[in-house]
């Protein structure tokens, strides 16, 4: 294995030599150091050489390091280890840029502490004190330190440059499939620029409370299973490309792994010329898909033909796909779990459900993110000579306290730590209390005008010049970056559109873009304009420069992206609108549908891309949820059964959300028929997908006030889904339970008492089980339970158990609702709707009306987005607050009522018109 000096190591021994000796010495010497790094022992005597520099980083350490880790007499720990076995190995931690090394000389660092503290008498509880904060000490040390600071970096990029070699994991040349190590994903160049060290491939901060999602990943990496994939989701900025990175970047200290990014298009290579019959790997091999979402038909041929050869691959194949969504019911992810192979791909997912990373929840946490964001913006002003002041972050200052802990917020804004970031850049020289008072939105928008005022400083002050740089990097942005074949034709239709030909030629601009937006290595061999990164970051300054264009300039850009580029085109729309769409009056609503229009006119196909891409939960998307369904249809590929299945189940539950109760019914009962052929002619691979039909087939009949059917359906869902979870528990448990809090439900609308308590203490009972192994997963579903069994509780009289159980359901709702309201808002409705009933049946009419206006106040947003899906609700909760109102002899809160009155008097009013017009539709195009 090749291992690199740092740079700048070399050039300083090197100009030693030239200075003291003749050149012919000094190109001796050179010679000799670069044969010294043909292996790790020849590294580690090179590191020994460097005199000069090491005395200039002890000085520079002796000076610095002073001041923290006292022991308890005082004495700086620093001063107790600078005997010169501690100084190797401490120059070896900083110097080496190597993992192994790294890791070794950390080790023997912390071995040499304990022996030092222990002559010295110091106990074990503060030995261990010391031995925990030392390395962070020396982290702070180095952000803060120039020279250290520099030397390091300049490291890690010399380190990267040399080591982007793809890792070929095959052991024939014919069966090669090439990874991208994680060297090869950062910049090749420093940070010039604040916002730049918001990229993950920067790691510009060390990772800050993920030790839990660390600790799951390492015993799924250390399990004995030869083939094993994780699904790990998070909204942008949750830190998951980051935590990937780290992965793939510990990997040599497990000695016989090895592991990269793999990406598109080398997937796509490796499909179409390998066998999989005899594919064997070299070594314990991890495989990172980031953006999994994009290459789901890629990604499922491949887990399909690893099926075929999970017991001869040789060695241990762990499979990391990372994507913002992920559910095993629909979308992307039941797309690839659903192969058709003899033996299921699901069976290689450890476990089934997606793994969410867990937020930023501790104050310290967060406390501890700024701060070293702080120190890394100081550090690179300092390189740059740049004066700045860092904002104080008090540990006992009250309000800072609270703005960080968040709790009367009802978006917890902090628990990604990209806004942590993006809140610690807005806040160097300014005021840090106004920072935390920022929405998310604001923060991204502030945030955004760092980026632009970047990239305007290419346009040397000329102001036409700036906005066509801004424009181009938005559209690169959106399209996923420029390849060489692509930048120059882009450039020259963007300016030739917008009537900018006469500013610069393409190729000046082509040289500008890539100057602003620096090729990513891994693209090292290509003319590349990267995207502007993170995610977050690049879809804000789309949405800020295209709303800038009139409506139909901004249709223009999108149609000429989608035409060079429709999948990642249409990716990045759908993000956008996840992450900013608050209505349908948004411009990225708009683009939505101009990509619609263009794919049913042109391109239908690309309604498949956005049928997996589409959140199953959303409000702001529902209704064109239902059109990318009803496209889906009309392709050739739904013309095969089991696909054909899919699409309808997809469809009926798109049309019971929109409210159209009856059409959701027939679809369901086609779906049905179609499963049942299949379950018939092979049970094993489409019995659980039946059951996922009458599961549903249930809830639309009981909604159509058909409860005889629905508890039919519902008892046939339950006795497949009861035979499955026997046989495999793993995989259906989390589906019986759905089956069975259901089947509680129907048999209350049939008066059936006590049948429906036993059912939903049964799918509690299931559901709290896996909530406690992976709350993200299943969480939600635990809520629904508890709501469930509050119900089936009150209605025998056992009231005070209904409560507990409700109000543990509105906790829960009301976290989730905080964390993506558009998802979870209307169940957080239902569950305040059930715990006004439950008070109303004690006769706690004020605390019933209470709960029923926190109902009404939830679910009025949903309902002005999508009034026909939220109708009935509302009105339920309207008629029970103003009856709980009329028994207190309170007038009503007309504040709170009037939007959703409104809202309901326009149906009614559109309603009677429509009863006077028989033959208008009903806006439905199929």
């Known amino acids: 294995m090749l291992i690199i000096l740092l740079n700048a190591l070399l050039s300083y021994c090197i100009s030693l030599a030239a200075n003291e000796r003749t050149g012919a010495i000094a190109e001796s010497r050179k010679k000799k150091l670069d044969e010294a790094l043909a292996n790790e022992d020849a590294l ?10 090491r005395e200039d980083i002890t000085a520079a350490c002796t000076q610095n390091m002073t001041q923290f880790s006292m022991t308890e007499n005082q004495t700086p720990l620093w001063q107790l280890l600078s005997n010169e076995q501690f100084q190797d190995h401490f120059y070896t931690w900083l110097a080496s840029g190597h993992p192994v090394l790294e890791y070794e000389a950390k080790e023997s660092i912390l071995s040499e502490i304990t022996r030092v503290l222990s002559d010295q008498g110091i106990d074990d509880k503060h030995s261990q004190y010391l031995k925990e904060s030392y390395f962070e000490n020396l982290d702070k040390l180095i952000l803060t330190t120039p020279l250290l600071s520099n030397l390091r970096q300049q490291a890690k990029l010399q380190f990267i440059a040399t080591r982007i070699t793809a890792i070929d994991i095959a052991v024939a040349d014919s069966q090669s499939l090439h990874l991208t190590p994680w060297a090869a994903m950062g910049p090749q160049q420093q940070a010039t620029d604040d916002v730049q060290l918001l990229q993950p491939y920067h790691r510009a901060l060390k990772m800050v409370g993920r030790d839990e999602d660390w600790r799951k990943l390492q015993h799924w990496l250390d399990s004995d299973k030869p083939i094993s994939v994780r699904t790990v989701t998070g909204p942008g900025g949750t830190g998951k490309t980051r935590m990937a990175l780290e992965l793939l970047r510990d990997l040599p200290t497990k000695k016989t792994w090895v592991g990269g990014f793999l990406d598109r298009q080398e997937l796509a290579r490796f499909l179409g010329t390998t066998a999989f019959a005899n594919w064997k790997l070299k070594a314990d091999t991890l495989i990172v898909i980031d953006y999994a979402a994009t290459s789901d038909a890629l990604v499922r041929d491949f887990l399909t033909g690893l099926c075929a050869c999970r017991s001869t691959v040789g ?8 994507e913002r969504e992920a559910s095993t019911t629909s979308g992307w992810l039941q797309f690839v779990r659903t192969s058709g192979h003899s033996t299921p791909v699901e069976e290689l997912f450890d476990p089934i459900e997606p793994q969410r990373l867990q937020p930023i929840s501790s104050i310290e946490h967060r406390r501890q993110i700024l701060q070293h964001m702080f120190d890394r913006l100081k550090s690179l002003a300092d390189s740059q000579g740049r004066t700045v002041r860092v904002p104080q972050l008090p540990v006992d200052d009250p309000v800072i306290n609270d703005l960080l802990e968040d709790r009367h917020n009802k978006e917890d804004r902090w628990k990604d730590p990209l806004y942590l970031m993006m809140a610690a850049l807005l806040a160097m020289d300014g005021d840090i209390v106004r920072v935390l008072k920022l929405s998310r939105r604001a923060i991204a928008q502030q945030t955004v005008d760092h980026e632009l005022s970047r990239l305007r400083k290419f346009a040397a002050n000329n102001p036409n010049l700036e906005w066509i740089i801004t424009h181009l990097a938005a559209v690169a942005t959106l399209r996923g970056g420029l390849r060489s074949d692509e930048i120059i034709p882009t450039i020259t239709a963007e300016c030739e559109a917008l009537g900018q030909s006469d500013i610069q030629g393409p190729r000046a601009l082509a040289k500008i873009l890539k100057k602003a937006l620096p090729l990513d290595s891994k693209e090292k061999n290509i003319d590349f304009i990267s995207p502007i990164l993170p995610d977050l970051l690049g879809e804000a300054v789309i949405l800020q420069q295209f709303c800038s264009l009139s409506n139909d300039e901004q249709e223009s850009v999108i149609l000429r992206a989608v035409l060079n580029d429709p999948v990642i085109t249409a990716v990045t729309i759908l993000r956008t609108c996840h992450d900013y769409a608050e209505d349908e009056q948004s411009p990225a609503i708009r683009w939505l549908d101009t990509l619609m229009h263009y794919a049913q006119q042109h391109k239908p196909e690309l309604f498949m891309v956005l049928w997996r891409q589409l959140p199953m939960a959303t409000t702001v998307l529902r209704s064109r949820a239902l059109k990318v369904v009803q496209q889906c249809l009309k392709l050739d590929q739904a013309k095969e059964e089991q696909f054909q299945a899919q699409l309808l189940n997809a469809l009926a539950i798109r049309l019971s959300e929109l409210g159209r109760r009856q059409e959701a019914l027939e679809n369901a009962q086609q779906a049905v028929e179609i499963r049942r052929k299949l379950a018939e002619a092979n ?7 039946l059951a996922g039909s009458l599961n549903n087939l249930a809830t639309f009949n009981s909604e159509l006030g058909r409860p005889q059917e629905a508890l039919e359906n519902a008892q046939q869902a339950v006795e497949i889904r009861r035979k499955l979870a026997e046989a495999n528990p793993d995989a259906f448990l989390p589906g019986l339970a759905t089956s069975l809090n259901n089947l509680a439900t129907f048999n209350s609308e049939l008066g059936r008492r006590q049948e429906a308590l036993e059912n939903a203490q049964q799918a509690v009972e299931i559901r709290r089980k896996l909530a406690d192994a992976n709350p993200d997963a299943f969480l939600p579903d635990l809520a629904m339970s508890l709501n469930n069994l509050a119900i089936q509780l009150s209605e025998l009289g056992r009231r005070q158990e209904a409560l507990e159980n409700v ?30 009933s439950v008070f109303t049946a004690s006769d706690e009419h004020d605390k019933a009306a209470q709960a029923y206006a926190q109902g009404i106040e939830a679910i009025t947003p949903c309902l002005q987005a999508i009034p026909r899906a939220f109708a009935g609700l509302a009105t339920k ?9 009329q028994k207190l002899d309170e007038e009503p809160d007309k504040t709170l009522l009037m939007p959703v009155e409104q809202v309901l008097q326009t149906l009614q009013n559109a309603a009677n018109d429509q009863a006077l017009s028989p033959e208008q539709n009903d806006g439905s195009d199929g």
């Open 877 to 885: 909760l309207v008629s029970d607050y103003l009856e709980a109102k």
């Open 683 to 689: 049970p094993d691979a489409f019995l659980p997908d």
């Open 44 to 53: 580690r005597q090179a590191l020994q050489t460097c005199s000069s520099i």
């Open 807 to 836: 109000q543990k359901a509105v906790e829960i709702r009301r976290k989730l609702a905080e964390a993506n309201p558009d998802a979870f808002l209307p169940n957080l409705a239902m569950s305040y709707g059930t715990l006004g």
């Open 315 to 322: 060695h241990r194949l762990r499979i990391l796909l990372l």
